[in-house]
């Protein structure tokens, strides 16, 4: 059974810093295969795409409003993503999601990724 779990989110002020991870077990091929992305819903708005990996680790995107301040990575020998957010802003309040996509290039949207997170709640206060 796939499994992605998250961890990290929290209470932080505006300015502030939090990383994300999230491990993956169960996946049907090696970790190393798949691209990892992370997306954000706040309440009332769509998923929205974040940041993204491929599967080697070389190549990175990430949306407009994050760049420059969040950085995604990730550690194959420990299954793991990770997204360092950093300069938080209060409007990025949400619950982050991370996703897996067997096709392992860069994906930004979620109808490319097959596995989902259950979520971790981020709260920026102001």
């Known amino acids: 059974q796939v499994q992605l779990v998250e961890s990290g989110g929290g209470l932080v002020q505006a300015g502030g810093s939090l990383r994300l991870s999230c491990a993956a077990s169960?996946?049907?091929?090696?970790?190393?295969?798949?691209?990892m992305g992370w997306f954000r819903q706040a309440p009332g708005k769509e998923r929205e795409f974040v940041a993204a990996?491929?599967?080697?680790?070389?190549?990175?995107t990430y949306s407009d409003s994050v760049k420059g301040r969040f950085t995604i990575s990730r550690d194959n020998a420990k299954n793991t993503v990770y997204l360092q957010m950093n300069s938080l802003k209060p409007e990025e309040t949400a619950v982050y999601y991370c996703?897996?996509?067997?096709?392992?290039?860069?994906?930004?949207?979620?109808?490319?990724?097959?596995?989902w997170g259950q979520g971790t709640q981020v709260t920026v206060s102001s």
């Open positions: 996703a897996a996509d067997v096709i392992g290039s860069i994906a930004t949207t979620a109808s490319e990724y097959e596995h």
């Open positions: 169960g996946l049907t091929f090696t970790f190393s295969s798949y691209a």
């Open positions: 990996i491929d599967y080697t680790g070389a190549r990175t």
